[in-house]
């Protein structure tokens, strides 16, 4: 079973992505800032990390990412940062800081799981 770790400060979003992914039988996981977010990570290993970019905790999406990719634990770890900002250079921050995928808010759950089957 794949798992999946969902890092979002919103408990609505937090709630649709699982909800989406239950179905699926993935072993799914969350937490709510940053740095509970990487600490989940770095214990779990998972498969692939739904990760918000703007959050509160003293550590943004891409700090995280960043983190993540840095780690070689978890360099086989897929991300995919999820976030309302749609700028070219919010995409291309997202890329350098490692991201797999780059999905911008409102996103439908039918979005979320094309990209989470692909990547995994």
């Given amino acids: 079973m794949k798992r999946v770790l969902i890092v979002e400060d ?5 709630e649709l992505v699982r909800v989406t992914l239950e179905f699926e039988d993935y072993d799914i996981h969350e937490a709510s800032n940053g ?3 990487l600490a989940a990570a770095q ?3 998972p498969d692939l990390i739904l990760l918000d970019v703007m ?4 550590m943004d999406g891409l700090q995280v990412c960043k983190a993540i990719k840095s780690d070689p634990r978890l360099r086989r770890t897929k991300v995919v940062l999820l976030t309302a900002r749609t700028e070219r250079t919010d995409r291309q921050a997202g890329s350098q800081a490692g991201a797999d995928e780059y999905l911008v808010k409102p996103f439908s759950p039918l979005e979320v799981l094309t990209v989470v089957q692909r990547l995994i």
Wanted: proline share 13%.
């Fill in 43 to 45: 214990r779990l290993a």
């Fill in 55 to 58: 959050m509160p905790g003293g």
């Fill in 35 to 37: 740095p509970d977010g």
């Fill in 10 to 14: 919103q408990e609505d979003i937090r």
